[in-house]
């Protein structure tokens, strides 16, 4: 018998598992849940871990598929980034600054109080960083919002699928937190198309691609996990970003209000 095999309940040796087994769902199994194939919940129990059908992958898999998507999606950002940033002698946010600066400048010239922060904004990326060289600032800041995509995208799996399982429970469902975070983490994995968008054109084209994808796996994902219709479904995954944005327009109104 091999490390790392054993033997099953039935007698049958139990195939060897590499060290991220528990993180990670099998190669079958991410790629039935890329095309959204789901299914229905199995009546007859199957082994764990089955290698063919996303329904027995857990919530720490599901949890390091959306740590892994959202690395490799961040990578290309990352490179680019850092050699953005230590060609301008800087650190990522305050070239992204003087970029966004540069690129708006121009239409809200007329705008006197704007156009003043803009280019005090470009003034403020073209100083030097302090302290470190400037290629090793620009790369550590770079490695920090790689770092920080992992974070993001694990905060909108979290938060965001919180507020579709509240609308779904509603409606009737009886689905478990295990089943629903495992079944939705799949629709990370469209989202690997995101870090192409520092390509041109291509990465336009990718992005939408990888947003229209992305929700069709997580439309499917919902109602395979919730139990419920295709349109309770659309309601669930729908409701509660239309009830985000609307707090976000009445957020923005208010502010634009008070500085007015």
Request: no cysteine; hydrophobic share 60%.
């Amino acid at each position: 018998m091999s490390a790392g095999s054993f033997l099953r309940n039935d007698g049958a040796l139990e195939p060897r598992r590499v060290w991220w087994s528990g993180w990670l769902p099998t190669a079958a199994q991410m790629r039935r849940g890329a095309l959204a194939q789901f299914g229905e919940a199995p009546v007859v129990p199957m082994p764990a871990g089955d290698p063919t059908t996303p329904w027995y992958t857990s919530m720490r898999q599901g949890l390091g598929l959306v740590v892994a998507s959202a690395l490799l999606a961040g990578l290309l950002p990352f490179v680019v980034n850092w050699v953005t940033a230590t060609r301008m002698g800087t650190v990522v946010p305050l070239a992204e600054l003087a970029r966004a600066a540069e690129s708006r400048q121009a239409a809200f010239i007329a705008w006197g109080p704007l156009a003043t922060m803009l280019e005090t904004a470009q003034t403020v990326a073209g100083l030097p960083p302090s302290f470190l060289p400037g290629w090793l600032a620009a790369f550590l800041s770079a490695l920090g919002g790689w770092l920080n995509w992992p974070l993001r995208w694990l905060a909108w799996w979290i938060v965001y699928g919180l507020g579709v399982l509240v609308v779904a429970k509603l409606l009737g469902t009886t689905a478990t937190l295990q089943h629903f975070y495992a079944l939705t983490a799949y629709a990370a994995l469209p989202l690997i198309l995101l870090g192409l968008g520092p390509l041109p054109i291509v990465g336009w084209a990718a992005q939408v691609v990888a947003v229209i994808w992305a929700l069709v796996v997580y439309v499917t994902a919902v109602r395979a996990a919730a139990g419920l219709s295709w349109g309770q479904s659309v309601v669930s995954v729908v409701l509660p970003g239309g009830a985000a944005a609307l707090l976000a327009l009445l957020a923005a109104a208010a502010v634009i209000v008070s500085l007015a």
